[in-house]
């Protein structure tokens, strides 16, 4: 049992606590959720005794331990990662286990020399090795990839003893966690666990939560429109609607309509990738050119032979396993761009090693090609520095797109007070601090972002303002990124590293897909059956002969040559009919026709074409559909 009584909090003027209870048995797995600042790693702290209260009191179970994961790892640097897990007293099994599981990847080496993210790893190995009975996780999955995720969610349901975990990753919580606390303006506040199997804990939660603060239709502000616009995608994930949900949700009256309105507005505005406020001369026309692109690190190759044209507008979505080579592939594009002040802000390890060229193929950077990379361990935050400070470095005035800007204006769109200028960089917390490197990034005139896991620790507030910026900034994008939503709502195209699950060491395929993460998720199974039927017959010329005889046999069957084309006629289409909807809404903006008449011309015959090559698919499809399978 772990138990905040009453506790209170103040940061000078800044209440952060006032009169917090809560109590969490030991079967209980709560998820601390509140917007960034609200004092949830403050809270932690204090439940951890790690600071002091200014009154009210925390109470354990008789001689139960507790271990804390916090936002910032805390380990001593001098030790390798091996050591640090070693310190717990555990088994080496254990801890190679443990290691292994987390993706740490070298595990020989001082802290100090590994990056922000594998530093995380080793911090929340270090954490769960120690065995305690209370445990209190800061957003422990960032950084972590997909298989890492699955097996610590496991580890910690057989977890004996109450655990409190703050994260913004719903999907884990939903696995995790059976019930939500809300931290809000100082105090704690328990909410019911859903109460059917077809509703997640975190719908159940934004649902009560907008039922509680009985926010009416149509009249919210901002921040209460998101919550909705949360619940609308959290909903559209969900493909189990019961007529029971159904019910509870009518109860809020016209809440439904509105949610699938949302969703509808959102989807249109992503897709008016706007252009707003941009002289197309400083965009050069296409701003990378990968050709027959192959990259090698340690000997190893990461992926062979991509082709990408990268133009403005463009907002990939860069998702695959860790160390499948999406760091790296950044980490090329900024060498190829000899843009060697981005590189500082890189996770990856020492400036030797983030100069990565291709082992064959080549890669061209546009003439104008400006890099910037969101800094996402904040390493360029110097906390001794004022915000003003942290944004332009001579007066209080800054230039966004040409435009000067007062900084308390500019810091407002980040959802900062505008008095917040003269703050220390050191007293914000993590989500802050984020928000802070965002207003810095989006300041510049790069016409090339490159975000690396962007969404770990934001609040869905924060998270709309990056999106917003994210959609109407004038260049391209690259986006590594495990968060779906995020990719559903920004990406227009997914640059995907899939490895083969026999063989998870080797060469990843990399595939752009044009379209948000769904359609590329909708269109994954017909797209990796089509390659291991063609990877099957070039490999095994016994397995080819094998079909080939048996198509001889049975005539009316499709053909192995109709069978693969079928296959891989539903991805094709969904491809097309993506390529057309992107023409489409490029088209509609009458800007396009102004700026480059012989590019609009050029998009028009395109989907002319496109229309007839797609009816024709169609037709082929169902002439392939009547056939019987082979
Ligand atoms: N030394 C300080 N002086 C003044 N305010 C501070 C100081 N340290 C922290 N704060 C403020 O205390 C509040 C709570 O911070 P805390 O780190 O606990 O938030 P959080 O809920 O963990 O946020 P996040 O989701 O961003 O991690 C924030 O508004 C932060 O700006
Ligand atoms: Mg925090």
Redesign the pocket.
Known sequence: MLAARALRFA??S?T?LDDATIVVDDADRAALV????????????ILAGLQKADDGGVERGRGQTLALLS?EPQLDARLTAREVAESTGREPWEVDEALSRLGVVDADRPVSSLSGGQRRRVDLARTLLLRSDILLL??PTNHLDKAAIAWLVERLKTHRGPVII?S?DRQFLDETCTRVIE?ARGKLHGYAPPGDDNTTLTISFIEQKILRDDITVRTQHKKERLWLRELAWLRAGTPARTTKQTARIDRAGELQTFVEEEAVAIRKQKKNVEIEGVTSKRLGKSIFELNKVTLARGGRTLFADLDLIVTKGQRWGVVGDNGAGKTSLLLALMTAAGDSAALIASDAGAPEEQQVTPSSGMITAGLNTKIAVFDQHRATLDPEMTLEQTLSAENDHVFVNDARIHVSSYLERFLFDGSDRK?RV?????????RLVFARLFLGDANVLLLDEPTN???VTTLGVLEEALVSHPGCAFLVSHDRRFLDRVATGILAFERDAKDPDGPATVTPVIGDWTHYERTQAARLQERSLSTSASSSSASTAKIAGAVAVAKKKRSYKEEQEFLGMESLIHDKEARREHLRSQLIDPEVFKSDVKKADAMAKELAALDVEIDRLYARWQLLSDLPAM
Do not use: M, P
């Open positions: 940061h000078g800044r952060i509140g917007d960034n600042g609200a004092g949830k790693s403050t809270l932690l702290a936002q800061d957003e703050v913004h931290l703050r050191k007293t914000l917390s993590g989500g802050e601090q984020n620790d934001l609040d």
